[in-house]
């Protein structure tokens, strides 16, 4: 399996503007995490879903933002309209079950200006 | 809520010295992970402790977990170079599968 795949890497966007992130888990894996990374708050749990289903969506931070699990392959992340302060790296994680570790996708670097 | 923080946050070290990383956790857990992210990259598992007393060894890092301390710890053996790199404990409470990361140690290896 070629791992937790997400597109783009880089995005950068101009304020107001709507960005869509997308991730594949690997195969067979049942939860998908959503987390952002700054220097200022470390890695925060944004979402997840088990079996395609939202579970806790807690650290949304506000309705600007929204994800989906349309199929157990495709997961996406929105912002819309984004801000300057939404700029991190937005990682993608699946696990298979309750006690495995989480598998990293390689993160997209979003720049809002 | 659950907290996990770790300790210390910035390590700088020398060659061939021995280290301890510490991950306290406020709530009864029995799942912990270690990560390791090197600058620019994605995180990549090193350990997944899954009981109390678990100990986990690859190459020069080894990891344990108390569970009646909420304490886990990643113990590094005569440090090289290449371990340089920001260090994640990470926590599942007992009763869910929610991820819970500590703020990170940053280990600089230095010759």
């Known amino acids: 399996d070629a791992g937790v795949i997400q597109s783009p890497r880089h995005e950068v966007t101009e304020m107001g503007q709507e960005v869509t992130l997308r991730c594949k888990p690997i195969s067979g894996h049942d939860y998908l995490f959503w987390y952002r990374q700054t220097m200022m708050r470390g890695l925060e749990l944004l979402i997840y879903?088990?079996?395609?289903?939202?579970?806790?969506d807690s650290g949304m931070p506000e309705d600007r933002f929204s994800a989906k699990m349309p199929n157990a392959s495709f997961s996406t992340l929105k912002i819309q309209p984004s801000e300057p302060r939404d700029s991190a790296v937005y990682f993608c994680?699946?696990?298979?079950?309750?006690?495995?570790?989480?598998?990293f996708g390689q993160g997209t670097r979003l720049t809002v200006v | 809520e659950l907290k996990v923080e770790q300790n210390p946050l910035f390590l700088s070290m020398q060659e061939g010295k021995n280290y301890t990383i510490y991950c306290n956790y406020s709530t009864t857990s029995d799942r912990l992970y270690w990560y390791r992210q090197d600058p620019g990259k994605s995180l990549e598992s090193l350990f997944v402790l899954l009981s109390n007393g678990a100990v986990k060894q690859e190459g020069r890092l080894m990891a344990s977990l108390d569970t009646k301390a909420r304490l886990s710890t990643l113990h590094i053996t005569a440090a090289v170079h290449d371990l340089s790199a920001t260090y994640f404990c990470a926590v599942v409470l007992t009763s869910g599968s929610r991820l819970t990361f500590g703020e990170g140690t940053q280990l600089t290896v230095n010759p």
């Open positions: 994680a699946s696990r298979d079950g309750p006690g495995t570790e989480a598998f």
């Open positions: 879903f088990n079996n395609n289903v939202p579970i806790d």
